[in-house]
């Protein structure tokens, strides 16, 4: 397909599992983000990487997360000893990175992976 | 820091009246706009955005949006609504300097009557 796609969809760990969640952006694209939309409310932004450089992590919320994207194209957001306020959607995007450093690029998203910790 | 408003979590229109979602901005350089639209179970899609110029911007589905920087707004309009705009809209800005990474307000969900 020629969108963002991720998996797995859904996932339910139990408090103290580690996860992993997978993202696979539009060839060709340069930036990618990470968020974290908790219920009703609006996607976080997590972390970016432009190609393999993660340039930005300030999101992330503690150092029990941590992100990868080691070949430029695929990412892993992963997560160590889940808790029960880490379930959450995790969304993926990803953009060109045209120009104006990024800050007008259109990003595409990816349908999310719902995170359940019980 | 950059914050962003939406007033109204949740709106109701009948079909075919006029949509207005409101969206309000905090920053003292106008930053770069976005409306997105998310539908169950499937991804943000954008609907249109602000960069430079011309401060009505029309996006897709008959949507759009004015950029005013006198108010620090970028509400969303669409002059009638039909049943399939029922979804959540959210308003997002980015800055220069930030690497393109979007802040978005709280969502604002659409319910469409018939």
Known sequence: GAGVSQSPRYKVAKRGQDVALRCDPISGHVSLFWYQQALGQGPEFLTYFQNEAQLDKSGLPSDRFFAERPEGSVSTLKIQRTQQEDSAVYLCASSLLLGWGGHTDTQYFGPGTRLTVL | ?114
Not at chain 2, 24 to 32: G, I
Not at chain 2, 50 to 69: D, S
């Open chain 2, 1 to 114: 820091a950059q914050s962003v408003t939406q007033l109204g979590s949740h709106v109701s229109v009948s079909e075919g009246a006029l949509v207005l979602l409101r969206c309000n901005y905090s920053s003292s350089v106008p930053p770069y706009l976005f409306w997105y639209v998310q539908y169950p179970n499937q991804g943000l899609q954008l609907l249109l955005k602000y960069t430079t110029g011309a401060t009505l911007v029309k996006g897709i589905n008959g949507f759009e949006a004015e950029f005013k920087k006198s108010e620090t707004s970028f509400h969303l309009t669409k002059p009638s609504a039909h049943m399939s705009d029922a979804a959540e809209y959210f308003c997002a800005v980015s800055e220069k300097n930030q690497g393109g990474k979007l802040i978005f307000g709280q969502g604002t969900e659409l319910s469409v009557k018939p």
